[in-house]
Nanobody, 125 residues
Framework: QIQLVESGGGLVQPGGSLTLSCEVS????????MGWFRQVPEKEREFVAS????????WYAHAVKGRFIISGDNAKNTLTLQMNSLQPEDTAVYYC??????????????????WGQGTQVTVSS
């Protein structure tokens, strides 16, 4: 089973930037794509961004479009989320996840097969 490990979280002031990374390890498994989700206490984990490795297409939640950029290298097993113009409402635990078979363009949270443990992002002055 593959393992995903996020890094790069921390405390940042409003308007600042932060870059999250996700490294994938374990047996080689063909994956259609990967994504980022986030969760705050007492709320459901929500979609942030995803990327289809086959087409290179990317999707973003409305709340982060124009501020966040997802990128990565499937061959190198890395995924990145560049977050700009961060606001207090972006405060959450951020998770990376991998999709093996589902269509990334319509994948929901339950379609993601593997998850990391999460990294905390706090936006505060």
């Amino acid at each position: 089973q593959i393992q995903l490990v996020e890094s790069g979280g921390g405390l940042v002031q409003p308007g600042g930037s932060l870059t999250l990374s996700c490294e994938v390890s374990g047996p080689p498994v063909r994956r259609n794509g990967m994504g980022w989700f986030r969760q705050v206490p007492e709320k459901e984990r929500e979609f942030v961004a995803s990327i289809d490795w086959r087409s290179g297409n990317k999707w973003y939640a409305h709340a982060v479009k124009g501020r966040f950029i997802i990128s990565g290298d499937n061959a190198k097993n890395t995924l990145t989320l560049q977050m700009n113009s961060l606001q207090p409402e972006d405060t959450a635990v951020y998770y990376c996840a991998a999709v093996v078979n589902a269509d990334v363009s319509i994948a929901t949270r339950s379609d993601y097969d593997s998850w990391g443990q999460g990294t905390q992002v706090t936006v505060s002055s």
